[in-house]
């Protein structure tokens, strides 16, 4: 979840390279491949959280308190990949309401 994670963190300099890669046209793709990423990285914490879980109900948790932590994460990353698609589909359906 480092991608979603750094989304407040990036400096003024990084938006600036990464408005200056947009404008040349790699934008598109830069976009696809950060999404791809996310959506990876999400799925990857759902496991671990379904990992966790198993390993409550077998009992084999050794550290309850990471357990409950990788549970967490994954609803809140879960939680953060519905509000982004929600807004995808909403401004979608925005450009698809106007007129040309």
Known sequence: MSNINNISG???ADLLKQK???E???GGEAFAEQL???INEVNDIQQ???KAIADLA???VKD???AAL???KAETSMKLMLEIRNKALNAYKEIGRTQL
């Open 20 to 22: 200056s890669a947009v």
């Open 70 to 72: 990788a549970i967490g």
């Open 36 to 38: 791809k990423s996310a």
């Open 64 to 66: 309850l308190h990471q």
């Open 48 to 50: 671990d959280s379904e």
């Open 58 to 60: 077998t009992g084999q």
């Open 10 to 12: 990036a400096s003024t």
């Open 24 to 26: 040349k046209g790699g």
